[in-house]
């Protein structure tokens, strides 16, 4: 269907182009004419014609549409479009990076204290990072996201309430949150306020008193979040998962478990912060526009009387590699999609064959431009998207491949994952390609750098990994120097499909078989509980080839593609 372009009538049928009203400041042809069209209609009116044509062409003059040649005859707009562009402008010069001097200072309590003064707009973050997560949880698995939950519902001297109204009456905001090694307090706001936003962060993060009537609220939205997630099938597959890949270690645990809610008390919350939260067993990371010497004194002011305690390691031991691949099918009777995630046990982030890794996981499965998507949306319609990713941990991290697909092309799918899977491994990366995935890497790398607040979290992961300062500044350098033969070699090193767990969330019954083509399953309830195995099925034998489908067949001539064709690969 095609629309009429938008006029305004005035006059004795006269038309005023569309474009005229949508900024009629700019507007040296027609003001005079938008003058007595707005005077002759009602305000409300004269609002509905501005709204209705903001939708239309500009209206010429100075201005010129980039795709267009617009001319007046008139009142009339004649538009002679250009030629589409075909291809995409080349890009520019990959863009350098050096991080704002880290300014370092540990406090007299071992408390380390980062500063990145940054001048440009009148605000500070303020971050606060102990080292200490879920892996410090022991049989209480999640005892460190509940800890942290609850260190703003009160404090020492103030009720949860008013250290969020303190917060807010400075225009600040605080934030606590944890993760698979850390706890997070953060607080952001003008740097004006800044001796202001010390005090109030110290309030949560060393004066929490964990309230019992506020611990009750907790559990019981706790309980009706997991419910919710018990029905979720990505967070079935990914609890599913890292049970599988890591066993007794306390990676395993993604989120805190009912079990935990049943018997937890305040005494057990209470003494997880004291153990963990001390100041040997932290960093604190400030960036905005604040005066180094200035932070050093206001942090020795609020944290200097925090007393610093022996922080023990707590073991953690990391399961055998996986000789054989295991299956695991989630059984979701009526489920109309299949999630599928296939995983292994990769490396460090510290690790020095992070980047060539993080490389071949671009080119497989890093983005929407990467083979998985391309394959698996693009070619062949089975999924809206098919990703792979790298996870970043202290300790050893996974390399997981997933996506949710339509029931009926579960097997096709999973033949798709296992062939990149293991293209990836066996054949170098065509140049091109692989300067399209390390371009796309450092390209998207100054979206991380926008603001004080990310630089501060750039800082906070040196410190969390044990990386060098300039880390981030070769960190381009270090994307562009990866060659094929090292992303080879680090794909071959960490992505491991005939040893990986594998992980199907669906309709057992209408799936088994198809699952089966790639192994001995076995079948678990939503609960993990199991519900018996399944013998590895043979791959069917290949239909033989009609004339009609394959002119080799009647003893036609075939081509072959020529060597450096972007002819498709039979793996």
């Not at 009203?21 to 004419?33: A, Y």
Request: glycine share 8%; charged share 25%.
């Amino acid at each position: 269907m095609t629309h009429a372009p938008t006029h305004a009538r005035f006059g004795r049928g006269q038309r005023l182009p569309s474009g005229c009203l949508e900024d009629p400041t700019r507007c040296t042809r027609h003001t005079h004419r938008l003058g007595r069209l707005f005077g002759a209609l009602p305000l409300g009116a004269a609002a509905l014609v501005v709204a209705t044509a903001s939708i239309g062409v500009g209206c010429g003059g100075a201005q010129r549409d980039a795709a267009t040649q617009t001319s007046f005859e008139g009142d009339e707009v004649e538009k002679t479009p250009q030629a589409f562009p075909t291809k995409p402008p080349k890009s520019g010069p990959p863009s350098t990076f050096s991080l704002p001097t880290i300014h370092r200072k540990a406090l007299s309590n071992g408390l380390e204290v980062n500063v990145l003064q940054m001048n440009e707009l009148p605000v500070v973050y303020l971050d606060l990072v102990v080292f200490s997560g879920r892996q410090t949880d022991g049989k209480t698995v999640g005892l460190s996201a509940l800890t942290a939950s609850l260190m703003n519902e009160g404090t020492e001297n103030f009720s949860g309430a008013e250290l969020a109204e303190a917060f807010e009456s400075l225009g600040a905001s605080l934030k606590i949150h944890s993760d698979s090694d850390n706890l997070y307090v953060a607080a952001v706001g003008l740097s004006t306020h800044f001796s202001r936003l010390f005090s109030l962060m110290v309030e949560p993060a060393l004066k929490p008193t964990f309230p019992g009537e506020e611990l009750d609220k907790l559990v019981r939205r706790e309980r009706n979040r997991l419910s919710l997630k018990a029905a979720n099938p990505n967070f079935l597959a990914y609890r599913t998962l890292y049970k599988a890949l890591y066993a007794n270690h306390p990676y395993a645990n993604i989120d805190v478990e009912t079990r935990t809610l049943d018997r937890l008390k305040r005494q057990e919350v209470a003494r997880w912060h004291d153990t963990y939260v001390r100041p040997n067993n932290a960093t604190l990371v400030v960036a905005g526009a604040v005066d180094p010497e200035k932070v050093f004194a206001e942090a020795e002011t609020a944290f200097g009387a925090w007393e610093q305690r022996a922080v023990k390691p707590v073991p953690a031991t990391l399961p055998k590699a996986s000789k054989a691949r295991r299956i695991l099918l989630v059984d979701r009777p009526g489920s109309v999609q299949s999630i599928i995630a296939i995983g292994n046990l990769a490396l460090k982030r510290k690790d020095e064959n992070f980047i060539p890794l993080a490389v071949a996981n671009q080119v497989l499965g890093g983005s929407a431009a990467s083979r998985l998507f391309m394959d698996l949306r693009e070619k062949r319609s089975l999924t809206y998207g098919a990703y792979s990713s790298l996870g970043e941990r202290v300790d050893v991290a996974p390399f997981i491949a997933s996506a949710a697909v339509r029931t009926e092309v579960t097997g096709e799918a999973l033949e798709g994952f296992f062939e990149h899977l293991d293209l990836i491994r066996n054949e170098t990366v065509p140049p091109e390609e692989l300067a399209d995935a390390a371009r796309y890497l450092t390209d998207k790398f100054p979206l991380k750098i926008e603001t004080a607040g990310q630089l501060a979290g750039l800082v906070g992961e040196l410190r969390i990994f044990g990386l060098p300062d300039d880390y981030w500044e070769q960190y381009n350098k270090g994307i562009l120097e990866v060659d094929a033969v090292a992303a080879q070699r680090a794909a071959q090193a960490y992505i491991k499909p005939e040893t990986a767990t594998v992980v199907v969330v669906g309709d057992a019954k209408r799936i088994s078989d198809d699952v089966r083509l790639h192994g001995d399953v076995e079948v678990v309830s939503a609960a993990g509980k199991s519900l018996g195995r399944l013998r590895a099925l043979k791959k069917p034998p290949a239909p033989p080839a009609s004339a009609e489908d394959d002119p080799a067949a009647a003893g036609a001539p075939t081509e072959t593609p020529a060597e450096g064709t972007d002819e498709p690969s039979t793996h």
